[in-house]
């Protein structure tokens, strides 16, 4: 005679996994990574909009020189200084690739000099050069020695500032520190990977006589998989939300600190609204990448098995 | 599914030889083959080989040497998949039981239901009716650890039974139990058989197996005689049953 049945039964997982001692591992080895991974990423992030901006902006532009005139005559000395300007101004107009050439005003010049001399200087009492700002057009190459050639005829008194040739090495610098940046972030996974894929192998020695049963009732080895990557993408996921929690505070903290580097290189490096987003979302991939290497390992390991 | 018919052989076992590691082997030169609805005691000494001999026919274990083919499938070019499947169609009662201590009665018997994926509505059903059914419905939310052997006993058969196996195979199914619980639990194995399901009982009773006049598979040797209902004669190791 069929009975009713209970109201509510509740179900318990046949693989006790909460209760492994290995659980709270992976849990803080999980918020640890992910801390890591952000704070990483954000500088990748930073680093690569650096880069954008610098392409962008300075790449596009070179500064000519025009080294001061010697005579006792300050006034003559500033219209000669003046004269020479005009010659290589006249000479950066005949290169196709320039798009504009803007000599410096004195008062921009003050305002260069102004960290380190002051208020009030009279340019025409100091030695030193005029500076000409030429702005290239978008995507032209420039050959910086026929260039720097043409400005010596020009006047002998102009010289070239390289922007590329500093900058350049700069870059390589950033997109060194980029690499190593993705480098580390790959290194983090791996380890993640590992961490995870040693705790459910010593988790599988732990269980394996459930296992043998659960086997013995038909569960094929996704079933038993599926219990264990149900369980680590749980860990990763609320590890992952520990981890980014503490990683955003220091990522203000960092930021903070690079702002009030003078200079202006750094403070480019600020996060666009869609890479919070992509660190925002860490915890769904930290619980994605834990569910896959439970899973795989789950189904590997149990291949040896009969 | 592949479909079994009544009398043809479900399990069948050819030059069958066992051992564990490097050691000597256990059993050796096994022929067999069990018909769809027969019943069979399997006996022999301790350490004749009867747990081992199961072991191949539930498939939990390869044979070191010769072909096991459990519905007409050679486990040994079977997948993993695939030879999930042909357990859930195997009924095994463990000697010890093999319950698991963190779940309670009502889960361990719904344990092959729920592992085929079958509605949790249905799966209360039927455990509910077979847990009444086995009288431990008072039961239902008792971990094994509370229980006693008999009442044990009753939940690994009823976890054995929940699936409607096609073969039931018991390993010393009364080994643990009162002798008052032990025809009782014959009987419902008899049940079983005259509903098509196909039995296996390995037991050292003698006692047990003069109740019943069901041919006997008898493991002495390293060998199998197989001794049929009325003459209990020996046929010799790898006659057919």
Redesign the interface.
Known sequence: MLKQAPIFIARKQELPLDSDSSSPFLKVMISIAVFLFAVTLAGVMSINAMLINWNESILGSLTVQIMPVNNIDKAKATAQTLAHQEKAIEALKTIEAVEKVSPLEDKQLQALIRPWLGDGVKLENLPIPRLIDVKLKKGATLDFAQTAEKLAEATPYASLDNHKLWLSKLISFADGLKMLALAALVLVILITSGAIFYTTQTSLGLHCYIIEILHQMGAKDAYIAQQYAKRTAWLGLVGGCIGVLLAVPTIFLISGLASQIEGGIISEARLSAFSWLIILSLPLFSGLISMLTAYYTVKNTLQKMM | MLKINQGDPIIEMQNVGIRYGQGPEILSDIKLSLKKGSFHFLTGKSGAGKTSLLSMM?????PSRGIVSVFGKNVNFTN??S???L??RIG?VFQDF?L?D???A??NVA??L???GME?QEV??RV??LL?WVEL?KH??ATPATLSGGEKQRIAIA?AVI?RPDILLADEPTGNVDNDIAPKLMKLFVELNKLGTTVVIATHSEKLISDFAYPRLHLQNHGLRIYNANDLTGMGGGSHA
Do not use: I
């Open positions: 539930y498939l939990a274990q390869k993993r998949d030879l999930a499947m357990r859930r095994v093999r698991l963190h779940l309670s009502f889960d344990l092959p729920r592992v085929c949790e209360k059903k509910v009716e009444s419905s239902m939310q976890r699936n």
